[in-house]
C-alpha cells in the first residue's frame, strides 16, 4: 500500500533448505501484490547472520546496508517471538516499512524424499548386500507406517529364537489362538480401553509368529538334510537333475498342506453350485458378499462346501500379512469371481486322485539315489520329518495370518472410534500413523500428525509400484523397468523346476493380484510370486512361472499338489515376457 516503493518477504531461515545459517531476501519493485501472486520474479539477497550480503541476484539494486538492516529487523523479530520469521516488508526513501511479521509455518514440515524413506535401516557400510531373498512372496507390499511399528520389531526378534520342540510349538499356538478368539468377543467402546485391546491382540500374536518361525526353521533344517542327501556331499551346486528329485519327493507329501486345499476346496464347491442347481440364482447376485452368504445359506452339500471354505480359509487372502490386507471373509469378490470362472468353463468335472505311495516307492522314483541299508531308513527317516516340516510350516502360517487378521481389526476398530471422536479422517487413516502417534493423538489434537498421515498415503501409492533387485549392494534402489520395454531379440530365460510337465498356452503375464484376475482358462501364469491370495486360480491354468520363490515356496507346494507343471525363480520373467 506505499506506492513507488521496492516490497518483498524475507524469510530469517531459508525455507527451502531449512539452513538456519542463511537469511533470505525476495524484492521486487512495486506493490508486493506482484511479488505474492507470482506476476514478476523478485530478485534475491542472501544474509548470513552476521549481517553480511552472502550473495544476491545480477540485477539486484537493493543496496547491502539496506539489506543487513532488514536482517537485523528480522532476527530482533526472531528474539521477540522465538522462532524463525516470516517478514513483508515495503522501502522507500531508504527508509524501511515493516507490513508483518508471523512465523515461518512450513519450514519443518517434511519432505516427500524424508517421507520416503522416514523407516529405512541404515547400511553399515557402502559394501552391504542385501536381499529380498523369498520374502517378497509373503509380503509383497511395503509394511504401512503402523504395520512397520507394531509387526516389524516381532519378524526381527523371531528370527534369533533357536530351535525347540516342534510338537510343544504347534500346542502352545493351539492356546494363543484360543486366546485370540476369547479376546475378539469382547468389545468396547472406550478408546483408552481399545489401545490396551490392540495391545494385548499384539503380545498373543507375537507368541503365534515366534511359534512359526521355529516351525519354518525346522522345516528349512529338514530340507537342508534332505537335500544334501539326494545330492551326495555338504557342499556343490544343486544341478536340476538334484532338484528334479527333491520336488518328486515333496510332491509325494501325504500330509497335504492347508494352503493346497484352496483351489481344491473351490472346485468342490463349483461342482455343488451346478449338481444341487444353485448356479442361475448365484449368477444373479451382484453383490459379491451377498452371493456366497446366499451359497452358505443353502441346506444342502452347496451350503457345507461354502461353510467349511470359510472356516477354513476365511481369515486368508490378499496380503493376508499386512495391516493393509483384505481376508476373504471381508471381501469375497475374488472367490465369488473365480468359482464363477471355474463353472463357466466346467473346470469343475474332475475326479480327485488321491495317490498314496509309501515311502519306498517314492524314492524308487528318484534319479540321483538309491540308498540300501542302513541309509535307506535314515533317508525315510529324514524324508517323514521333510513331510511333517512343511505341513506344520503351512498350518501355523495360517494361524499367523488369523493373528494378523485379528490384530488388524482391532487397529480398524481403533480407527473408528477415533474418527467418531474427530481425530482420523476415516478408520483407515491409522494404519498411515505410527503407534507412538496414535498414542500423542488420543492425548492431544496434533494436527501435525494428521497432515503426515495425508502425505504418507500418497507416498505410499507410489512405494507400492517401486521394485527392487533380488540382491542389492549398499542402499537399495529401485530398479529401472524401463529397459525392457523395447525388447526386439530373442532371449532365454532360466529357472528351477518344481513340478515338471510340458505344456503350452497362452501367456498371462500379471504383476499384481488384479492382472491375475483376468487369467483366462488355460493360460499359463507367469508373475513375480504366489501366496494364499492367488490360489483361486490355479484350478484354471495350465502351467506356473514365478520370478521369485524356492522350493517350499507356497505356489511350489501348491503346483506339486496340483500337478501343475512350475518353473520358479526365472528372473525378469514379467518384464519380458507379454500377454498376448
Not at 10 to 35: H, Q, R, W, Y
Not at 470 to 480: H, K
Request: net charge negative.
Amino acid at each position: 500500500m506505499i506506492n513507488g516503493s521496492d516490497s518483498g518477504v524475507m524469510f530469517t531461515n531459508d525455507p527451502v533448505k531449512g539452513d538456519p545459517s542463511k537469511i533470505v531476501i525476495n524484492v521486487v519493485e512495486g506493490l508486493g501484490e506482484a511479488l505474492v501472486s507470482g506476476q514478476k520474479t523478485p530478485e534475491q539477497i542472501i544474509v548470513g547472520r552476521d549481517l553480511k550480503v552472502f550473495s544476491k541476484s545480477e540485477n539486484c539494486k537493493l543496496d547491502d546496508k539496506i539489506s543487513a538492516e532488514l536482517a537485523h529487523l528480522g532476527l530482533l523479530f526472531e528474539d521477540a517471538f522465538g522462532g524463525p520469521q516470516d517478514v513483508e516488508f515495503a522501502i522507500k526513501n531508504d527508509y524501511i516499512y515493516i507490513l508483518q511479521t508471523r512465523s515461518i509455518t512450513n519450514l519443518d514440515l517434511e519432505t516427500d524424499w524424508e517421507f520416503e524413506h522416514e523407516f529405512d535401516t541404515p547400511s553399515m557400510c557402502e559394501k552391504d548386500l542385501h536381499s529380498t531373498a523369498n520374502v517378497g512372496e509373503v509380503l509383497p507390499r511395503p509394511l504401512s507406517p503402523l504395520g512397520h511399528s507394531l509387526l516389524l520389531d516381532p519378524y526381527d526378534r523371531g528370527l534369533f529364537i533357536m530351535f525347540w520342540d516342534s510338537k510343544f510349538v504347534v500346542k502352545e499356538v493351539e492356546k494363543s489362538i484360543e486366546k485370540i478368539k476369547k479376546l475378539e468377543e469382547k468389545e468396547t467402546d472406550d478408546i483408552d480401553d481399545q489401545l490396551q485391546h490392540v495391545e494385548q491382540f499384539l503380545l498373543l500374536f507375537f507368541d503365534v509368529l515366534i511359534s512359526h518361525e521355529l516351525i519354518s526353521m525346522f522345516s528349512s533344517f529338514t530340507y537342508v538334510l534332505v537335500a544334501m542327501f539326494i545330492r551326495g556331499s555338504a557342499e556343490g551346486d544343486l544341478s536340476p537333475e538334484v532338484l528334479s528329485d527333491i520336488a518328486t519327493l515333496y510332491s509325494k507329501n501325504p500330509l497335504k498342506p492347508i494352503s493346497a486345499d484352496v483351489p481344491k476346496a473351490l472346485k468342490r464347491l463349483a461342482k455343488s453350485i451346478v449338481e444341487n442347481k444353485h448356479l442361475e440364482e448365484f449368477e444373479k447376485i451382484i453383490s459379491c458378499k451377498n452371493a456366497f452368504e446366499f451359497l452358505i445359506e443353502q441346506n444342502d452339500s452347496t451350503g457345507k462346501e461354502a461353510s467349511r471354505f470359510m472356516e477354513l480359509h476365511g481369515h486368508r487372502g490378499i496380503n493376508e500379512l499386512l495391516l493393509n490386507g483384505v481376508s476373504w471373509k471381508t471381501d469375497p469378490t475374488q472367490i465369488v469371481n473365480n468359482l464363477k470362472s471355474i463353472i463357466q468353463h466346467k473346470d469343475f468335472d474332475y475326479q480327485e486322485v488321491e495317490e498314496e505311495l509309501c515311502k519306498d516307492e517314492v524314492i524308487d522314483q528318484l534319479k540321483c539315489i538309491r540308498p540300501e541299508g542302513f541309509k535307506r531308513k535314515i533317508f525315510k527317516f529324514l524324508t517323514g520329518e521333510a513331510y511333517r516340516g512343511v505341513f506344520l510350516r503351512e498350518q501355523l502360517k495360517s494361524e499367523v495370518v488369523y493373528a494378523t487378521g485379528a490384530l488388524r481389526n482391532q487397529c480398524l476398530r481403533l480407527g473408528e472410534l477415533l474418527e467418531n471422536e474427530g481425530l482420523l479422517f476415516e478408520p483407515k487413516s491409522i494404519l498411515f500413523a505410527t503407534w507412538e502417534e496414535i498414542n500423542e493423538l488420543t492425548q492431544i489434537r496434533n494436527s501435525r500428525i494428521l497432515h503426515r498421515i495425508r502425505r504418507r498415503e500418497k507416498i505410499f501409492e507410489k512405494q507400492v509400484e517401486q521394485e527392487y533387485p533380488f540382491i542389492s549392494e549398499g542402499t537399495p534402489i529401485p530398479r529401472n523397468l524401463d529397459k525392457f520395454k523395447d525388447i526386439q531379440s530373442d532371449i532365454e530365460l532360466f529357472g528351477t523346476p518344481v513340478c515338471e510337465g510340458i505344456v503350452s498356452g497362452i501367456a498371462r503375464v500379471a504383476k499384481t493380484l488384479d492382472d491375475a484376475s483376468k487369467t483366462q482358462p488355460g493360460e499359463i501364469l507367469i508373475t513375480k510370486y504366489t501366496d494364499i491370495g492367488w490360489s483361486p486360480i490355479f484350478p484354471i491354468i495350465r502351467g506356473l512361472v514365478t520370478e521369485i520363490g524356492g522350493l517350499l515356496s507356497h505356489g511350489s507346494v501348491v503346483a506339486r499338489e496340483y500337478g501343475l507343471p512350475c518353473i520358479i525363480a526365472v528372473e525378469n520373467a514379467t518384464d519380458i515376457f507379454h500377454t498376448a
